[in-house]
Every structure is written in C-alpha cells, then in structure tokens.
C-alpha cells in the first residue's frame, strides 16, 4: 500500500496485493511511473500558455493604457493642487480606480460640496457599472467565483470594451482577462503617481490638449463597436440627451441620462432588426 501511494498508483485505483508476480508489479510499476511524468511534464506546458494568454491581455491593453498617460498625470496633478496629499492622491487610483468617478470628486471638491452630493455624485456616475457588470458576467461566468469577483473590481469602460470585443472572437480565459485588467490597473496608478510627484512642473493641461485626452480614448473605444447606422442613431440619440442635460441639470445626471438615452434607442431599433432578419431569412 506504501509503495502504491508513493508511486501513485492509487490515482488509477489500484494496489499491490500479496501474492503478485514480480512481472505484475514490474508492469505496474511502469505504467504508473509513465503516468506520473506526463502528468508532470504537462505542467510547464500549461503555465506557459497562461503566461502567453497573460501576456497577450497586458499587450491588447497597451494602447489604451498609454493613451491614458495624459488623463492620469492630468488628475495626479490636479489632486495634489486641490489639497490632497501624495499618498491620499494614489489612494484614490488604487481604491476607486474609476477616472470619470475620480475627476468628478475632484470637482465638486473644490466648490466645497457637502459630501452626500459627492457619494452621490460618485454613486451616478458608476451606475453604468451595474449594466456593464451584468454584460461582462456572461462571458467571464466560467471563471472561479472568487476571481469572477476580483475580475469585476478591476472593470473599466476600457477594459469592459476589450474584453466584450474579444469575446465575439473567442471564450475569454481568466489568464487574458487578467492581463488586460492588470496592465491598465498598473499603468493607471503609476500615472497617477507620476501626476502627484511632478504635475506641478507641468504647462495648464489645457495648453498640451491634456483636456480633450479622455473624450479622444473614449471616442476610439466606441469606433471599434461600429456596426453601421444602428450604431450611428445610438451614439447620436445619446450624445444629445447627455448635451441638453448637461446644459439644463446639474453634473453628473447628464452621463446617466445620456446612457439611458443609448439604451432606450437600441431597444426601439430592435423589432425593426428582429423583422429584417426574419424577412433576410425568409
């Protein structure tokens, strides 16, 4: 029994028994020894694709998380000169990690808000999450639970939109996921660092187009999703709801009414889909 343990042949359910030939158990032998190094040499095989699956989500991130460059020296920046210290400023990217959320905070801070109307404020503009959070759910609901739940944590607009592209492709792995959510994590927080420490030796944002850096990331995220004049009366109903509410509401009801407007649209556009398919199909 001692020799089957430490040989692993209780893996295949078997065990020496008193009596057995030397040829039976030199068989045996043999068979559960080969057994025990393919098992084993399949193991770097499969950290090695995890890495390369890791390593292609940190990559497809890339772009994005250097474009982002600007908006995070931008809010580093921006923090320290509205009171915050260094530390609290990363704390921010590292306990937040919402840009939208945390210039929006920075925001009403200054106008010396009380701070229900910035937990609101903050609370209205990660409401997208939730509809976000819901879609992303059905393609990472293969992943362990406990890592399904970190996996939402890192959720971004970015990050979201990458992953919900790459799975029209294919069936996301949680090594890729990973990739892509860490690599902007990391490279966020590393800007907003940056920003804190040396922001103050910076030109206005407004004079390097610093401004603009976030609606030039975003408007690049909604061109990958292009599907033809479905998409164009989408964005087109969504970007006039959000202008007529920011010009008559107070921030931040335009983001979510904009959204709303989105969504409303796509669900009023859908029989009409549903129908022409039916007839393409007929």
């Not at 430490?6 to 057994?35: A, D, E, M, Y």
């Not at 040396?198 to 944002?205: D, I, N």
């Not at 969504?238 to 904009?258: E, K, N, Q, V």
Request: aromatic fraction near 12%; proline fraction near 4%.
């Amino acid at each position: 029994m001692i020799k089957a343990i430490l040989t692993g042949n209780l893996k295949h359910g078997q065990v020496f028994r008193p009596g057995s030939s030397n040829c039976q158990i030199r068989v045996l032998l043999s068979k559960t020894v080969s057994w025990n190094i393919r098992s084993l040499g399949s193991l770097p095989i499969e950290s090695n694709h995890m890495l390369r699956e890791f390593r292609q989500g940190a990559l497809a991130i890339l772009p994005i998380a250097i474009a982002a460059l600007p908006i995070g020296v931008l809010f580093g920046s921006l923090s320290v000169k509205a009171g915050f210290s260094v530390i609290e400023t990363s704390a921010f990217s590292l306990f937040i990690f919402a840009g939208a959320a945390q210039f929006v905070v920075l925001d009403l801070w200054n106008k010396d808000t009380v701070i229900e109307l910035v937990v609101l404020a903050v609370f209205l503009v990660n409401l997208r999450h939730v509809m976000m959070g819901a879609s992303i759910s059905r393609q990472i609901g293969h992943f362990p639970a406990s890592l399904r739940y970190i996996g939402l944590y890192f959720l971004t607009d970015e990050t979201w939109a990458m992953a919900e592209k790459e799975a029209l492709n294919r069936k996301l792995s949680t090594s890729w996921y990973f990739g892509l959510c860490l690599g902007l994590f990391v490279c966020w927080n590393c800007w907003t660092l940056l920003g804190a420490l040396f922001g103050q030796l910076m030109p206005p944002a407004e004079t390097m187009g610093f401004d603009f850096a976030f609606t030039a990331m975003f408007l690049v995220l909604i061109l990958g999703f292009w599907k033809g004049p479905r998409t164009g009366a989408i964005l087109v109903s969504s970007a006039l709801a959000s202008s007529l509410a920011f010009l008559y509401l107070p921030a931040p009801w335009y983001i979510l009414i904009g959204g709303f407007a989105g969504m409303a649209t796509s669900q009023l556009m859908l029989p009409r889909l549903e129908k022409d398919s039916v007839q393409c199909g007929q």
